[in-house]
């Protein structure tokens, strides 16, 4: 097979991204920066899935406290 370059990783990520397959999407866009770590737009677009993930976190953290405070008024 042909020896895929970071663009290619790059272009993998963004099509995996879009077609909801997150965790191919992560794994490419970090590959990417493996190969090409002085690319500030692959790097961009890695760090975008760690923002994303600490989003959902804040989000279920702040569900729970709903929940708990729902809880105790029942």
Do not use: C
Request: no cysteine.
């Amino acid at each position: 097979p042909a020896r895929r370059n970071a663009r290619w990783y790059y272009y993998s990520a963004q099509a995996n991204s879009g077609a909801g397959n997150t965790a191919t999407a992560l794994e490419h866009a970090k590959h990417a920066v493996e190969i090409d770590p002085d690319n500030v737009a692959y790097q961009i677009f890695t760090d975008s899935f760690k923002a994303v993930d600490n989003g959902m976190q804040e989000e279920d953290s702040h569900m729970a406290e709903l929940l708990l405070i729902r809880a105790d008024i029942a």
